[in-house]
């Protein structure tokens, strides 16, 4: 049996666990003895990538040997994943306009949800976004303002956050990349400025003579290799591992209460239909399409660009859904860009830590589909201004916020604000953002890998 099958099974028995557990009770023996194990592997993961990325990417410097080169190959990195950004931005908006999510709420929730916006508006001393004021509708005298959209208190830490994070400079993210303590960037996980220390020593590398660092050269591959090691060692238990977690995070959710999962869903159906089927579109179509138009002159078709593409990706795939991270997946994807999907290390070893990074393609669609969906919970209409407000927000966000902790989180709370809408509504699809977290970490680890394959192609170095 293929490890990735192994990690569906795992998938699909911790779903039956968590399911099964609400009836008999046993969540909390779930959260005592079962949650622990997938907060271990995820922290052995994390463990790796941080030394993996560090050697790594001063060893695919040291092979590249031309400071061109990677001021090449990272120019055109950071174009195809800013454009695949912006391209998730515009499809969630288009199908959060067709689909209208929000407009499944019933008029009279809908009438009291902008009510209590207005009531939020007026303390604030702020405009309404579209011009108008339900409150002074005659037929509305009788309604209450429902204040649901004030009870933001348990996410008054990350609106403080978001705030402070859009006051300040538009250059601020390139200040965040330099670090002052190397040290202190391991300690606290700090990815963007880890890369630039391996930037800057593998460049510092490639400019002195290859006889005088022959031995520095080698003690970073084989410590390179180590680390892959390590991966493949921790992956052996992942199948348990992601048992584990899918048992406990649907656990959390639905508590010993069964009905709790099927009210979150029937609640929030269509909105999670509609972010998951514009995921499903960049996955499925999307990236595909990007490879494609770049090996089609190899004798690809679509088709077989699209089963190469997923069928090698799989366990990095299945193993971002249980994790949610793309920091703790990149050990993973990395072997699977270099073995599988046959992208040389030169470029493996830079793109993806960079991506894993600053490419926030199913993180942005979604934030795109949220926005509308709580402005349609509200009665709101947003112009086509606002709405190109928000991408350029959103695009701008995801380069920005990369090193922020609940940087998805976060970055809707920037989106939200840019168009004058409460940051406290992210507490409303708060309680299914877990569920739609690990749906959308997919589509990152997708679009790093589908980036990698067309940079190598480009420099010559993919073997497919």
Known sequence: MKLHTKIVLGMILGILWAVASTYWGGAGFTENWLAPFGTIFINALKLIAIPLVLFSIIDGVGQLGDPKALGRIGGKALGLYVGTTLIAILIGLFLANMTQPGSFVSADQITENRLGFEAWLHSENKPSPDGIWWSDRPENAGYSAN????????????IVAARAEAGRGPLAFLVDMVPSNIFLAFNNSLMLQVIFFGLFFGIALVLLPKGDTSSVRDFMKQMTHIFIKMVEMVMLGAPFFVFALMASTLTKLAGNEPGRLVELFSSFG???LTVVGGLAFMALFVYPTIVWLSVRRKGYSWLKVFKFLHQNLRPAQLLAFSTSSSAATLPVTMECVHDDLKVSEEISQFTLPVGATVNMDGTSLYQAIAVLFLAQMHGLDLSLM????????????????AAIPSAGLIMLIMVLEAVGLNPA????????DR??????????????????????????????
């Open 147 to 158: 204040m649901e959209a004030q009870q933001g208190a348990a996410m008054e830490d990350k």
């Open 270 to 272: 269509v909105y999670m």
């Open 386 to 401: 606002q709405e190109m407000t928000i991408v350029f927000t959103a695009v701008m966000a995801s380069i920005g916020a």
């Open 425 to 432: 509504w992210i507490a409303i699809i708060f309680p299914v």
């Open 435 to 464: 569920i739609l977290d690990m749906c959308r970490t997919v589509i990152n680890v997708t679009g790093d890998a589908s980036v990698a394959i067309v940079v190598a192609e480009s420099e010559g170095q993919w073997g497919g």
